[in-house]
C-alpha cells in the first residue's frame, strides 16, 4: 500500500484529492492547520483505518516515522478573501511551507507535486495561457503575496528537482469549483450561488466582461492524480478551457437556482485578471486527460450543497 502525504488536506481541493486517494488503495496522512480549511470536509474519514490526522502548520517540520512514497502539497489560501486577509501566512506557506513538504519528499525518496496556480499568469498578456508563457504580475499588489508565493514555490520546487534529482511534479490550477467549497470564501462560485440562494443581489465586479473558465473538482483532481503518476516533471494547466464572461456566469447561477437576484456592478478590485483561459494541450496529449462534467451538471451537485449550507 502506498503512503501518500497531503498539506491542506481538510482544504476544498485537499480534502477531495484525499478520496480519491484513499479510493485508489493509498494510506494518506493529512495535515492542516484549520486556517482555511475545515474538520467538515473530513469528518466523513474519522474511523478510516487508512487516513491519519495531523493539526500542525506545515511551515514548521514536518516529522513522520515512517515510509512515505508521495507528497502532494496543497497547503495554501486560496481565496483573494484569504490572502488579503492573510498576506503573511500566504506567503510563509508559499515558501517556508514548499521548503518543508520538498524537504520531507527528498529525506523519504518520495515524489512530489505542487499545487500552484493560474495566478502566476498575473493579468494575462498572452491568451489562452500556455505553460510556456511567463505571466504579467504585480509583486507588490494586494494580490501579490499569493503570485509570487507560487511563482517562488515553482522555483523552489525546479530547485529540489535540479539539484537534489527529487521527482517533483508541478500542476497550473484554473477555477475550479465544487461542493466544499467555502460559502463566504470571496471566490466567484460560492459568492454568486450564496447571493442567488438567497435572493440577494448577485454582485459583478466591472461590466463583468471579464473571463474566467470553470473546471469541476472531480475533473480536476482525477488530472492532478494523473500528472502525479505521469513521468512529466514540468509544469502543466489542469482546467477547462470552455471562457465564460463573468456576467455570463452570473446569469447562469441565477437561472440554475431558480433565483429572484437581479445583477449589480461594483468597481472592478485592483490588478484582478481580464482574461483567464488555460492551454491544455500538453494535458490532453500527455495525461490522455479532458474535462468530462458539463457546467450544468457541476453546477447542479455545487448548488445542491450550498443549499445545506445557506
Not at 207 to 216: A, L, W
Not at 224 to 244: A, Q, V
Request: proline share 6%.
Amino acid at each position: 500500500m502506498k503512503t501518500s502525504v497531503v498539506t491542506g488536506a481538510a482544504g476544498f481541493l485537499g480534502s477531495h484529492l484525499t478520496d480519491l486517494l484513499l479510493a485508489r488503495g493509498h494510506r494518506v496522512i493529512g495535515i492542516d492547520n484549520f486556517i482555511t480549511g475545515t474538520v467538515d470536509n473530513i469528518a466523513h474519514l474519522a474511523g478510516n483505518r487508512n487516513f491519519k490526522f495531523i493539526e500542525q502548520d506545515v511551515t514548521e517540520f514536518l516529522f513522520l516515522n515512517e515510509p512515505v512514497d508521495y507528497v502532494w502539497h496543497f497547503a495554501s489560501p486560496a481565496s483573494p478573501f484569504d490572502y488579503l486577509n492573510f498576506p503573511i501566512q500566504t506567503l510563509k506557506v508559499g515558501s517556508l511551507g514548499t521548503h518543508k513538504a520538498l524537504g520531507l519528499a527528498k529525506n523519504k525518496g518520495a515524489r512530489f507535486l505542487l499545487a500552484s496556480t493560474s495566478e502566476i499568469y498575473g493579468d494575462p498578456l498572452v491568451h489562452p495561457q500556455p505553460e510556456e508563457y511567463w505571466g504579467h504580475v504585480n509583486p507588490i499588489g494586494p494580490r501579490g503575496c499569493y503570485d509570487e508565493a507560487k511563482r517562488f514555490a515553482e522555483a523552489l520546487t525546479m530547485a529540489y528537482h535540479r539539484e537534489h534529482k527529487v521527482q517533483t511534479r508541478i500542476v497550473r490550477i484554473f477555477n475550479t469549483y465544487g461542493p466544499r467549497m467555502r460559502l463566504h470564501d470571496g471566490r466567484v462560485v460560492p459568492s454568486f450561488i450564496s447571493q442567488a440562494l438567497k435572493n440577494k443581489p448577485v454582485t459583478v465586479f466591472g461590466k463583468g466582461t471579464q473571463t474566467r473558465s470553470f473546471c469541476y473538482v472531480s475533473d480536476l483532481i482525477e488530472g492532478i492524480y494523473r500528472l502525479m503518476m505521469s513521468d512529466y516533471d514540468l509544469p502543466m494547466n489542469i482546467g477547462n478551457p470552455t471562457e465564460l464572461t463573468v456576467l455570463q456566469f452570473a446569469r447562469e447561477i441565477i437561472r440554475a437556482t431558480g433565483s429572484r437576484s437581479r445583477i449589480v456592478f461594483k468597481p472592478l478590485p485592483q490588478d484582478d485578471p481580464k482574461q483567464r483561459r488555460p492551454d491544455i494541450s500538453k494535458a490532453r496529449k500527455i495525461l490522455n486527460w479532458e474535462p468530462q462534467v458539463p457546467l450544468a451538471q457541476g453546477l447542479k451537485e455545487t448548488i445542491a450543497y450550498f443549499r445545506t449550507k445557506v
